[in-house]
């Protein structure tokens, strides 16, 4: 009897190492590999490793992954589309752009997620927007599978003939691989109502078709309420829902926004509502901070600043008397001046956040973090807000509501009916209070409850997974 039962340990003993060596190699194979293969593309680098390493505890419980290679599979997206954009401006001088869409998964639903017209933007920033997006559009619980595009274009200093000459002509390439059954792009960066709409035109003309290809449209011509708000709402939705497993909210707490685009406007609008204080905004050329709080009528400045006049965010300080900081990112006007805030919501772009200046922010404390923007924080500065054991909400949760409301103006467009404003929010702050339940509970049952990276990547993940197994080697 003894016996046996030495005997079984043993066997247990083995299989569990053998389990560990198989989780070790599965997920150590396929980062190598990408880094290897892809070792030119940093930010796609970055964001199949900061997935990948959370993505552990399921090689355990999901044999039938790693069978049918799933892990191997989700990091090749199922075709990447590079092309040419020739356009004429205003001088009459043919201008040449690259233009990508990157349709990455397409398990659960047409593949979805935005357009970027920025110059930094290259194949390894689509690759990693469209590689985040699969996990984003499956933890939305809505049938979207994930993809990006984009194009090195800057739609800034353009007049509004040339962006609609560049529209249209990136359109004429990329109205072969989309339809509303198959890849339904939407904006991002650069590509904001005005860029949609060139664009919805030029498809609309080729395709001789209304049909809802686009999401991000105007209300006129197919948009949903709330498309606009959804993201920068949907941040702070989330941010609600974290603090209140604190017993908190965001009333009276001082807030940093960063950017001034789309994300960061509604982000500012829906912390204020609640009772918050934005203190802080930037853009490319720098960053405010106005102590007195970016109240509603400062804020309808702001909007009106970028998105009809275009200008920049210098324009405020001097209009309301507050500190301007030339050519500065807002983390390092923070750091260097040991400015205080509550809560943070970077809603710029990428890799924002540095491991200096998470490690100020706590310091200077600040304890909620949703971030508006995609992967604004580095893996060093993440590794800062985990070991503190603030709150933090990673992008492809707390920034999912833009995404989930473009799928709600899909269901619109197929139901030929539009929804009301307190309709659609309702539905979008559902979504987000279940994708904060999501993350929380992948993150019990897979690895440590509370951590909201690794619940947001297992819940997103296993749904595709499951789904790739379903439809078999494809
Ligand atoms: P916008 O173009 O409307 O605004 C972007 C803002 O960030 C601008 O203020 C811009 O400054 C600033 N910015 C952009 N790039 C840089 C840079 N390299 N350095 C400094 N500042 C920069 O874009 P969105 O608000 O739509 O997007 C912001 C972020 O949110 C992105 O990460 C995007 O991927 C993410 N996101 C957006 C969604 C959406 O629905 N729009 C959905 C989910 C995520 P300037 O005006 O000077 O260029």
């Known amino acids: 009897m003894s016996n046996t039962t030495t005997l079984d340990t043993s066997k247990t003993k083995d299989s569990d190492t053998n389990q560990k060596e198989l989780v070790n190699m599965t997920i150590k194979q396929v980062i190598s590999k990408i880094e290897q293969q892809y070792s030119h593309q940093p930010e796609f680098i970055q964001a199949v490793k900061e997935v990948m390493e959370t993505l552990e505890p399921t090689v355990e419980k999901h044999p039938e992954f790693v069978k049918a290679k799933i892990y191997e599979r989700i990091v090749e997206p199922d075709r990447a589309v590079s092309f040419r954009v020739p356009w004429v401006d205003d001088k009459g001088e043919v201008q040449v752009n690259r233009g990508w869409r990157i349709e990455f998964n397409s398990a659960i639903g047409p593949y979805k997620g935005g357009l970027r017209f920025h110059p930094s933007v290259n194949e390894s920033i689509i690759k990693f927007l469209g590689f985040e997006q699969i996990f984003k559009n499956s933890l939305t619980t809505l049938p979207m599978g994930g ?23 990136f359109m004429r390439e990329l109205y072969r691989h989309i339809g509303p059954d198959t890849d339904v792009p939407a904006g991002d960066i650069g590509v904001g ?60 707490k001082v807030a940093i926004v960063s950017g001034s685009g789309n994300v960061a406007q509604f982000t500012a609008e829906k912390v204020t509502q609640l009772g918050g204080k934005v203190i802080g905004l930037s853009d490319s050329s720098g960053t405010i901070i106005d102590e007195d709080g970016i109240n509603p009528e400062k804020l309808e400045y702001v909007m009106n600043l970028k998105n009809v006049k275009r200008g920049r965010i210098n324009e405020y300080a001097a209009k309301y008397g507050c500190k301007f900081f030339p050519g500065k990112g807002i983390w390092d006007v923070l750091r260097e001046n040991n400015i205080k805030c509550d809560a943070a919501f970077p809603s710029a772009t990428q890799n924002e956040i540095s491991k200096e200046n998470a490690e100020s922010l706590i310091k200077n404390g600040c304890f909620c973090i949703s971030e508006g923007a995609n992967m604004p924080s580095t893996p060093e500065a993440i590794e800062v807000y985990q070991k503190a054991k603030i709150l933090y909400g990673p992008g492809k949760a707390a920034n999912a509501g833009g995404v989930a409301v473009s799928g709600l103006e ?50 997103g993940f296993l749904k595709v997974a499951k789904s790739m197994v379903d439809l078999g080697v494809v």
Not at 425 to 434: A, C, F, G, N, S
């Open 147 to 169: 993809g990006k595009g984009g194009s090195d274009f800057d739609p800034k200093g353009k007049s509004d003939n040339e962006v609609m000459r560049f529209a249209q002509a």
């Open 193 to 252: 109502g005005r860029e949609i709409g060139y664009m919805f035109g030029y498809y609309k003309k080729l395709r001789n078709e209304h049909t809802g290809v686009l999401t991000g449209k105007g209300i006129n011509w197919g948009g949903s309420l709330i498309r606009p708000e959804a993201t920068g709402y949907g941040s702070v939705y989330f941010a609600q829902e974290m603090l209140a497993t604190r017993n908190d909210s965001l009333k009276d």
């Open 410 to 459: 899909m269901s619109q467009n197929s139901l030929r009916l539009s929804w009301t404003r307190e309709e659609v929010d309702q539905k979008l702050q559902k979504i987000m209070k279940d994708i904060h339940s999501a993350c929380l509970d992948a993150s019990k049952n897979y690895a440590t409850e509370g951590d909201y990276v690794s619940g947001a990547n297992i819940a």
